[in-house]
């Protein structure tokens, strides 16, 4: 027989499962003589007519010539001590996902490929919001070409030309492995060994060894022990108000506080709602119900709600699963909780990332009020200090851009850059850094812009005591004399130490060594303290509803 190119999926499947534990219900496996102890599925799936045939609403003899019917194909192979799987069609459909080791594929990828010839690159950017994307290349290109930030980025997957063309023409891999080559079937079992050493090799590390630093945990039984240190951290904290410093909650997607200006928790018969999102109002909720017990089940079944002034409903609701942020160690190794997802972190990544927090220049700004948001601190900070321009949601466009952009939230006489976001809109911290970053960028490359905010800083009241505050296109820009300030507001009490979600820390990192190291900027953050407020609870009375 020669050989033949073919395509192959093949996937590496956990030690502690079998074949016969590893496909689906309804599959039946048989002994595949053909290689030796080899197992075999083949069948067929399908038989329906079409949707849109029902969307057509046609005859009855009309849809049965339209019976769609697909094949599958699953070989099973022992080598080298271990189970593969290697599908045919749709057969990989017929294995459960739970019976793979994750990342088989991506684990050779990085090894095989040649780094200067990748084509596509899978990536997700993991935050409160987390961001997922494809980037691809018209021709083999390096790393650089797929825009992939080590500190921030997650690859789940790589296509490209391995540096062996014996093993596969081309080559790509996430959980499982796909690859292309002329082989015969005898030649399978040699195939998935070379893919096996790949695996366990680690000369990625010398172009990839970020690659490790941030992995997404998918892993069923350490999902399982992340969930239940959760559930006992909330527990613990449930019983105990003194406990539970290193929980807390946030916003899964952008929130807007014009649509909602409360929130309330569902799930557990409490009319009880709050100007912020804070775990110290969740448990509490949780106590005057009298719930002294902590389960898995409220992960899902409690949710947070955006309402108004009178706790209705008016936005977006989630399972407090998804808001919760957690950080831990477990079994020597550090994970996070953030938008839902369990990440496992590198130590020495999260230590940096810490380090230069606490090292960044702390400073001081004017103190909130109970129930502030960004909205309302800006308003009334605007009104107190004269020092400090508002140019909260004055927007001016670059010259370059199709869209305006705001330069801050204030401005300050001696050339400060103030940008402020409520800690409890974690989903936007990320957003407020980039913020400060994409302003910094254009006030010193692009001059006009500059004479355009100064026209737009003349029209606000009180505009002509900073005219000076930015350089005009006709002077030169120093960046050194700017100041770009982010300020975060907080209900942490006084006396403990607020802290910034890992993802958050990464991105203010991000942000701040371009806006010190590359443009010139000095960098300050600043944690703006607001006391905690009460309840707001809906009572009827007559002629309405009213809030206490």
């Not at 960044?360 to 004269?386: H, S």
């Not at 692009?446 to 026209?455: E, G, I, K």
Request: charged share 30%; hydrophobic share 35%.
């Amino acid at each position: 027989m020669t050989d033949k190119t073919q395509n192959l999926s093949i996937r590496l499947i956990r030690a502690d499962y079998t074949p016969e534990k590893a496909v689906r219900s309804g599959v039946t496996l048989k002994d595949w003589a053909r290689l030796a102890g080899a197992k075999i599925a083949l069948g067929s799936a399908g038989g329906d007519a079409p949707r849109w045939a029902e969307f057509l609403d046609l005859a009855p003899e009309d849809k049965n010539t339209l019976r769609q019917r697909s094949s599958f194909g699953l070989v099973f192979l022992p080598v080298d001590g271990r189970w593969f799987a290697v599908s045919f069609g749709h057969g990989h459909s017929k294995i459960d996902p739970l019976s793979l080791e994750q990342d088989f594929g991506l684990r050779v990828v990085l090894n095989a490929v040649d780094h200067k010839k990748l084509r596509s690159a899978d990536l997700s950017t993991p935050d409160a919001n987390t961001l997922s994307r494809r980037s691809q290349t018209s021709r083999a290109s390096e790393r650089s070409a797929f825009e992939i930030d080590p500190e921030r980025d997650i690859v789940r997957g790589l296509l490209g030309e391995p540096k062996d063309k014996t093993f596969a023409t081309k080559i790509s891999g996430g959980d499982a492995l796909s690859l292309r080559r002329k082989i015969k079937v005898d030649d399978l079992p040699a195939a998935c060994s070379r893919a096996l050493k790949l695996a366990a090799a680690d000369e990625y590390k010398e172009e990839f060894g970020w690659i490790d630093q941030i992995k997404h945990v998918r892993e069923a039984d350490v999902l399982a022990k992340l969930t239940g240190s959760l559930v006992q951290a909330l527990d613990e904290a449930l019983k105990d108000p003194s406990k539970g410093d290193d929980l807390g909650l946030a916003y899964p997607a952008i929130y807007d506080p014009d649509r909602a200006s409360r929130v309330r928790f569902r799930g557990y018969g409490s009319s009880d709602h709050f100007p912020d999102l804070e775990i110290s109002h969740y448990l509490d909720g949780l106590r005057s119900k009298g719930i002294t017990s902590y389960v898995e089940g409220f992960l899902r079944k409690h949710s947070v709600e955006e309402c108004d002034d009178d706790g209705a409903p008016s936005g977006g609701a989630w399972p407090v699963q998804d808001c919760l942020v957690y950080e831990l160690e477990l079994d020597g190794q550090r994970f996070t909780l953030s938008g839902g997802r369990w990440y496992r972190i590198d130590p020495d990544l999260a230590n940096e990332v810490r380090d230069y927090f606490d090292n960044i220049e702390k400073v001081e700004l004017p103190p909130a009020q109970a129930g502030d948001n960004e909205k309302t601190y800006n308003a009334r900070v605007a009104a107190a200090n004269a020092d400090l321009l508002c140019m909260d949601v004055k927007l001016v466009k670059p010259s370059d851009a199709s869209s305006p952009i705001e330069v801050c939230d204030f401005l300050g006489a001696d050339g400060r850059l103030i940008h402020i976001k409520d800690k409890t809109e974690s989903s936007r911290l990320s957003h407020l850094f980039n913020q400060g970053l994409v302003s910094a960028i254009v006030l010193k490359r692009d001059a006009p812009f500059r004479d355009r905010v100064l026209a737009e800083v003349a029209k606000q009241p009180g505009g002509g005591a900073f005219s000076t505050a930015v350089a005009a296109s006709n002077a030169p820009f120093d960046a050194d004399r700017h100041k770009v300030v982010f300020g975060v507001l907080t209900t942490t009490p006084e006396g403990k130490a607020p802290q910034l979600p890992f993802f958050s820390l990464i991105s203010l990192r991000h942000a701040a060594r371009r806006i010190a190291d590359e443009l010139g900027y000095k960098v300050a953050f600043s944690w703006v303290r607001k006391p905690g407020v009460g309840v707001g609870k809906k009572r009827k009375r007559a002629g309405g509803t009213t809030t206490t």
